[in-house]
């Protein structure tokens, strides 16, 4: 098996409506990384930030990401603090899709966690895909 470019990963989401974009990410993640931690957001965290609760809740979410292969640890998610989040479980890396690529608030995570000797990995977004785009096709039913 050839050498992992990172020991430890972490990546973020809701995973809400869990479709193909999701496991893109984790299965690319998984490829750089001997150990992949996945932060489940929280359904509260969700609401602060979304103003709404997932459809699927937090426990079975963090479960069903549990369960995929490429999954070494889930920890849920309560805040958007990156810094620390990657100081609890010591990664050398953070993936995250190419839609935050550019963002100021990834763009201030880029220089706080270089601060800290960790890598910011953008995957390419999955077009077409996503839990609102899910959402919306149901609701057109």
């Not at 496991?23 to 996945?38: H, M, Q, S, W, Y």
């Not at 930030?49 to 490429?70: F, H, N, Q, T, W």
């Amino acid at each position: 098996m050839a050498e992992k470019k990172y020991k430890i990963g972490y990546t973020t989401g809701v995973f809400d409506l869990f479709h193909i974009g999701h496991l893109n990410i984790l299965r690319r993640a998984k490829e750089l990384c001997e150990v992949l931690v996945v932060g489940v957001t929280t359904d509260e965290l969700c609401l602060q930030r979304k103003g709404k609760r997932p459809v699927v809740c937090e426990r079975d979410r963090m479960e069903l990401v549990s369960a995929i292969r490429y999954v070494d640890r889930v920890v849920p998610q309560t805040d958007m603090d990156k810094r620390k989040a990657v100081l609890a479980c010591h990664a050398d890396a953070v993936f995250v899709g190419s839609d935050w690529q550019g963002t100021p608030a990834w763009q201030q995570y880029e220089r706080e966690l270089a601060e800290i000797g960790c890598d910011v990995v953008y995957f390419p977004h999955t077009e077409g895909v996503s839990s609102s785009i899910l959402r919306e096709r149901l609701e057109e039913r």
